[in-house]
């Protein structure tokens, strides 16, 4: 049943007007949640007890600070900053920028997307298998839901013009999902280890919410 409501999740983000993806992800990481607590899950198996707040605090502070250093460094370096020059920064002020980075990243996308897969998915899949295996499973979901983003960001940023034709955008759609499937063996394994969600929330929060001011300060040609 989660893996149904994943995917509807997924189609209706994805579907839904712009600047309605904030209601949308909060509605449907609520009901997965209702879900897995029908199903048997304590609060402690989905990463959102109070006894791994500090530890993951800690660790995630750490890891979240140097992610955003990797991500600046990428910003001020000239050869690898045009590729965070995403069309869809074009005409977003300061007042998007700050709800993008403040609100809808951390609350709608990385909250959702930590409590979904780290916390509902991980902690049903320990109940079943390893936790290796339940790392592997978990962050290969992840991966594909990131295909239908992949695959809008070849109209958007600019390493889509690294290459052409049908075979090299399934190349490139399925390096992002494997790339994407990597950070989230980095999350569940951080989720695992500080034991909660706070570490990789903060470590998410970090990598999406200054990749996204970065792409915004190139093409705002604030890095120039």
């Keep these: 049943m989660v893996v149904g409501i994943l995917v509807a999740w997924n189609l209706i983000a994805n579907l839904a007007p712009q600047g ?7 509605a449907a990481v609520t ?11 304590d609060w402690d198996l989905l990463g959102l007890a109070r006894s791994g707040i500090s530890k993951g605090a800690r660790i995630g502070a750490v890891i979240a600070t140097a992610v955003a250093a990797a991500v600046v460094l990428i910003a001020v370096i000239p050869a690898s900053r045009e590729y965070l020059a ?22 709608g996308t990385v909250l959702g997307e930590e409590i979904a897969f780290r916390g509902v998915v991980l902690g049903m899949l320990l109940l079943w298998v390893s936790p290796f295996r339940a790392v592997v499973i978990s962050s290969a979901l992840f991966g594909l839901w990131h295909i239908w983003p992949a695959i809008e960001a070849l109209e958007t940023n600019p390493a889509a ?41 903060l470590a998410h929060w970090a990598l999406n919410g200054t990749a996204y001011l970065a792409g915004w300060l190139v093409v705002e040609n604030a890095w120039a």
């Design 20 to 26: 309605s993806s904030l209601p949308v992800n909060l």
């Design 86 to 107: 995403d069309d869809r920064f074009i005409g977003v002020g300061v007042g998007e920028m700050l709800y993008e980075t403040l609100l809808r990243i951390p609350i």
């Design 31 to 41: 009901l997965v949640l209702l879900v897995a607590r029908r199903a048997g899950l």
């Design 161 to 201: 013009d690294l290459a052409s034709g049908a075979f090299a955008t399934v190349l490139e759609v399925s390096g992002q999902v494997v790339v994407t499937a990597a950070a989230g063996v980095g999350f569940a394994r951080l989720r695992i280890r500080a034991g909660g969600l706070v570490g990789p929330v």
